[in-house]
């Protein structure tokens, strides 16, 4: 049995969640996941989303919040996920432009560790969640490592999205070790492709976790999975996350098709179930 604590993104749920945060939310639970990551509170208050999550006996360990929101406004920024009770606000997303090789890089950084201090002083750690632009190379090393190079695992600790290392063609358990007691979540995620590295696959969210227009692409047959229908080997993942030190693991779906969310995040608990979580 794995001591690993299981959550979910619920960005995997936010039509349900756009609808009906309380309803949603008492499914999540009556699922078996005990641990939630928000990104996007579709209008509601600090306080109602806390309501919720302590009537279903959730808790909100992390959220993805993009840090210029931080920047903005500091104080209600850091209050309203305070609230929450949070341990880990991750940077869901940074364009290429402020990555190592970029005019806006050193810059990007500057930011990024004020956010930082600002989080840290309220004890909360800033995390990053990768793509698979990020293990793109500059002078021979990923960008993702230019991050954690140049800023120190205690400015800016990773956030491992699994799909998105094996996608970009890299293997996930090797990269999750690499940062061996530098990571606190993983995520997992399936899916299935033709070809690994064909471009983006995804859309980008914003601060309120709406959904805006999807990256284009030559189609490459990729498709998102619930856990266990896909191409992962989470057997190893969970394992390799073991190793590195990881405390939780987030499961996501970023799409769902013709199918239910609801369900697929049930299936994907069910399947995590089998192997110890």
């Known amino acids: 049995m794995s001591n690993l604590k299981v959550g979910l993104q619920l960005y995997s749920l936010r039509g349900k969640m756009e609808q009906d945060m309380d309803g949603t939310l008492k499914a999540v639970k009556e699922m078996g996941y005990d641990y939630v990551e928000f990104a996007g509170y579709f209008g509601k208050s600090a306080e109602e989303v806390k309501a919720i999550l302590d009537k279903y006996d959730l808790k909100c360990i992390s959220v993805h919040q993009r840090y210029d929101a931080f920047l903005n406004d500091p104080v209600a920024s850091v209050e309203f996920i305070k609230k929450l009770g949070v341990k880990y606000s991750a940077i869901p997303w940074m364009g290429p432009e402020n990555h190592k ?5 050193e810059n990007a950084m500057e930011e990024i560790r004020t956010v930082s201090k600002l989080l840290k002083d309220n004890d909360i750690k800033l995390l990053y969640h990768n793509h698979e632009f990020e293990f793109e190379t500059y002078e021979g090393k990923f960008l993702m490592d230019w991050l954690y190079d140049t800023l120190g695992t205690d400015v800016l600790e990773p956030e491992i999205d699994t799909c998105w290392v094996r996608y970009a063609g890299y293997d996930p358990c090797e990269y999750l070790r690499k940062y061996t007691g530098k990571i606190n979540i993983v995520h997992l995620k399936d899916f299935v492709c033709k070809s690994f590295a064909g471009g983006p696959v995804y ?4 601060g ?9 692409r030559e189609d490459n047959g990729f498709r998102f999975k619930h856990i266990g ?3 992962q080997d989470f057997a190893s993942i969970i394992k390799a996350s073991e190793d590195a030190g990881a405390e939780y693991v987030i499961v996501e779906q970023d799409e769902w098709y013709d199918d239910d969310s609801l369900e697929l995040a049930r299936r994907s ?9």
């Open 208 to 216: 309120e976790g709406n959904q805006g227009k999807k990256a284009t």
């Open 269 to 277: 608990r069910e399947y995590l179930r089998g192997l110890g979580l």
């Open 229 to 231: 229908a896909g191409m």
């Open 101 to 105: 090789g970029q005019d806006n890089f």
């Open 203 to 206: 859309a980008l969210i914003d």
